[in-house]
């Protein structure tokens, strides 16, 4: 028992895979800010190219 009470709080195979979730969840997060921010951005473009075509259009 005492030897696999040591061996389980010297094991790092646990805690290597929780690190990289963690990581691959932040990342995630980041992607999807970003696009979400790309996607206002040309959102944007788009409504001044639409706006300038209807403008040129009169």
Do not use: P
Not at 38 to 44: F, V
């Amino acid at each position: 028992m005492r030897n696999f009470l040591n061996r389980l709080m010297t094991e790092e195979d646990g805690a290597t895979m929780v690190e990289y979730a963690l990581m691959v969840a932040l990342i995630a997060v980041v992607v999807m800010a970003g696009a979400a921010a790309l996607g206002t951005a040309i959102n944007s473009k788009f409504d001044t190219v639409k706006t300038s075509v209807s403008t040129a259009g009169n």
